[in-house]
């Protein structure tokens, strides 16, 4: 299975702020990376898939980036309603796995 | 618009066995799988299958063989998964998704969710 590792596991920043979470893949994906939003309650969202594309209705402060193994989504001008738990997911193979997660709150 | 109504929270017993239910409408059911996601309180996500609604073929992740079978009904779109022997492990929210691929794959719908709560 390939293994997904997010950091940090939480981080606190300000409104208005950027932020950047990262995703290691345990091999290469080759760019089938995936990243949802989750807020408390709530179904997961999806974000970007294949790395770099933005889903429709998404916020352009959204982006992300990465290759072979290494993956990034960075938020910029942090608004309210992005105060969320995100998740990675590898889109590549079965069993589709998941990153353990990274909580943004308002700091 | 593409909308999975799940069915609504369940309480059981240990040792018993739930069946779950994701209704799908505004789009075409049989041309898209539908795959089945947990996630315990504070946890991440984990995929536990994903069934073919055309074929009825389906694909389990191996740390779920066994806990659940994936079912669908064409008739009334709706996809079906039943847990079984179940534990207070398996008390979770579970999600359906519909999965689209482009070479690869990912959940752009997903169900509300269900909670099933184990306890004796």
């Known amino acids: 299975d390939i293994q997904m590792t997010q950091s940090p596991t939480s981080l606190a920043a300000s409104v208005g702020e950027s932020v950047t979470i990262t995703c290691l893949a345990s091999e290469d994906i080759y760019g089938s990376l995936v990243w949802y939003q989750q807020k408390p309650g709530k179904s997961p969202q999806l974000l970007i898939y294949?790395?770099?594309i933005l889903e429709d209705g998404i916020p352009s402060r959204f982006s992300g980036s990465g290759s072979d193994t290494q993956y990034s989504l960075k938020i910029n001008s942090l608004q309210p309603e992005d105060f969320a738990s995100y998740y990675c997911q590898n889109g590549l193979s079965t069993p589709w796995t998941f990153g353990g997660g990274t909580k943004l709150e308002l700091k | 618009q593409v909308q999975l109504q799940q069915s609504g929270a369940e309480l059981t017993k240990p040792g018993s066995s739930v069946k779950i239910s994701c209704k799908a409408s505004?789009?075409?059911?049989?041309?898209?799988?539908i795959s089945w996601i947990k996630q315990r309180p504070g946890q991440a996500l984990e995929w536990i299958g994903a069934?073919?609604?055309?074929?009825?073929?389906?694909g389990y992740n191996e740390k779920f063989k066994g806990k659940a079978t994936l079912t669908v009904d064409k008739s009334s779109s709706t996809a079906f998964m039943q847990l079984s022997s179940l534990t207070p492990e398996d008390t979770a929210v579970y999600y359906c998704?519909?999965?689209?691929?482009?070479?690869?794959?990912?959940?752009?719908?997903w169900g509300q969710g269900t909670l099933v709560t184990v306890s004796s």
């Open positions: 294949g790395a770099t």
């Open positions: 998704a519909r999965v689209d691929y482009g070479g690869y794959s990912w959940f752009a719908y």
């Open positions: 505004g789009y075409t059911f049989t041309s898209y799988d």
């Open positions: 069934i073919n609604p055309g074929s009825g073929g389906t």
